[in-house]
């Protein structure tokens, strides 16, 4: 599967070896390396961001008009939707998701590329009133270099809700992808330059967060740095950014409440709590993960999730019919197999699951069961903590307003779900609920138009939304007088 070659990384619009060292990225359904490459070197980080402060001082790309931004951008869209299927296998090999999945997240790469071509191209400033003789505006100017620092759970997506708002504001972007999966942040980038992007607009740096990522964010030339991943390393880049005086963007952890009434449709539930937690094998930063169901139809209703659970189809990624594939690494296996063994510990019990699977092509690779367990209550560490894995914690609960306290005692808040039929006390539970997404009766549904982020340790900023490109702008006042009469301070120069 693997090529002797080493992968070229992209170094301010330069396609070459990196200055690190080798490392092989492996298809996590079996252990197998599918490419080499060198990750970048300290003096790569250097090259890049000198390079791309040139690009965008040289290229002409931030002094584009809109329109003319947005026709590069609908070209990579349309790029992408041309090579979809190569993209969505790649990416199936890159990170282990069911090809089904990848599928739908190269999608959404384009369909994220469409939206912010469209976004630039329509997006107003504005004239402000007036308090005076003279015209006031608010206008938005690019940052120049901006960062994209990229998670392995999605990285097409990620990369392209970062990348295209970036460049529909006019900047010059250097993307560090999650060491693990470097593949989809390399080959955007091709496509990008494809599409007409100008030559080190875009540098592409693999290699290990905690000095690549590193050296990026501490940059002085770097004006902002978007960041999806782990809520311990957003909270160092927000200690740098502080240093820097710096805007950021941190999208982290979470562990988001799904909460099923006693007038709930079980059938939506049932299925909107399985496709909640076990999609995408639970490494999801939305996964609902903390399960409260009304004491009245608990039994009947974790009945019908383990069986629910019992029959999802755990196995070859390759495969159409899978619908869970294996968790990234060996070690983040064994992470989830800890957090298990705490619940069990912690007073806990498993309902389902807890087990590596077994036969089928799945010994090799790093496969785990949907999990689902009970018997804990809320705050204990396995109800706390993110695991980021198929393992679903269920708990009774008995009033409305118990309910909203144990779903509020999170250190984060990132998301949540209410599955009732009662539209008015789902929408008090909806407004109530501390989240910063918040789905009624369906689970884990996007739309690019809709701003997404967390509360609290979940992170801070937006992205997606017309807004999206103004989190890489900086905003500009100007005033035009019409005063016909000298400013009266001054009194008579004669």
């Known amino acids: ?289 903390r399960l409260f169901v009304a004491r009245p139809i608990y039994d009947e209703f974790l009945t019908r999730l383990a069986e629910g659970a019992n029959a999802l189809r755990v196995g070859d990624p390759a495969s159409e019919r899978t619908q869970m594939g294996p968790l990234i690494t060996a070690k983040h296996r064994e992470s989830v197999e800890r957090y298990v063994a705490l619940g069990v510990s912690e007073g806990g019990h498993i309902r389902t699951g807890g087990v590596r699977p077994h036969g089928e092509g799945r010994d090799s690779g790093y496969f785990y069961t949907p999990t689902i367990l009970e018997g804990l209550h809320n705050g204990t560490r396995t109800a706390q903590e993110e695991i980021f894995g198929p393992v679903l914690v269920a708990m009774p609960f008995d009033d409305e307003a118990s309910l909203i306290v144990q779903a509020n005692d999170s250190v984060y808040a990132l998301a949540a779900g209410v599955w009732s039929r009662d539209f008015k006390r789902a929408w008090r539970i909806g407004r109530a609920v501390q989240a910063g997404t918040v789905w009624v009766n369906t689970y884990k549904q996007f739309s690019v138009s809709t701003p997404f982020g967390g509360w609290r340790d979940s992170g801070l900023g937006r992205e997606k939304g017309r807004e999206g490109i103004f989190q890489y702008m900086e905003q500009k006042s100007m005033y035009w007088g019409t005063n016909e009469q000298p400013i009266a301070w001054a009194g008579s120069l004669k």
């Open 1 to 289: 599967m693997i090529s002797n070659e080493l992968l070229p990384i992209c170094v301010a619009g330069e396609w070459r070896l990196g200055g690190g060292d080798v490392y092989e990225s492996l298809y996590p359904a079996n252990g197998e390396p599918i490419a080499r490459l060198k990750a970048a070197s300290l003096d790569d980080v250097e090259e890049a961001i000198q390079g791309a402060q040139r690009a965008f001082a040289t290229s002409g790309w931030a002094q584009k008009l809109p329109h003319e931004r947005a026709a590069v951008l609908y070209r990579v869209a349309q790029l992408i939707r041309d090579n979809a299927e190569e993209l969505a296998q790649k990416q199936r090999l890159d990170n282990g998701k069911p090809i089904s999945e990848t599928r739908a997240l190269v999608a959404s790469a384009a369909g994220t590329f469409q939206f912010f071509a469209a976004a630039c191209e329509t997006l107003e400033e504005s004239i402000t009133p007036s308090r005076g003789a003279y015209v006031t505006m608010s206008v938005h100017e690019p940052m120049g270099v901006v960062a994209a620092i990229t998670p392995w759970n999605s990285p097409i997506a990620s990369e392209a809700q970062k990348l295209a708002p970036a460049l529909a504001a006019g900047n010059a972007v250097v993307v560090k992808p999650a060491e693990v999966t470097p593949l989809m942040a390399l080959e955007l980038a091709r496509i990008c330059e494809q599409a007409g992007v100008p030559k080190g607009q875009i540098s592409v740096l693999p290699g290990k967060g905690s000095v690549i990522g590193d050296a990026i964010t501490k940059h002085p030339l770097v004006k902002r740095v978007s960041f999806t991943g782990g809520t311990g390393t957003g909270k160092h880049i927000a200690h740098i950014a502080a240093e820097k005086m710096m805007p950021v963007s941190l999208e982290l952890g979470g562990k988001s409440a799904t909460m099923v009434l006693e007038d709930a449709d079980i059938d939506h539930a049932v299925a909107g709590v399985l496709y909640g937690i076990f999609s995408s094998s639970g490494e999801s930063c939305i996964a609902g993960s």
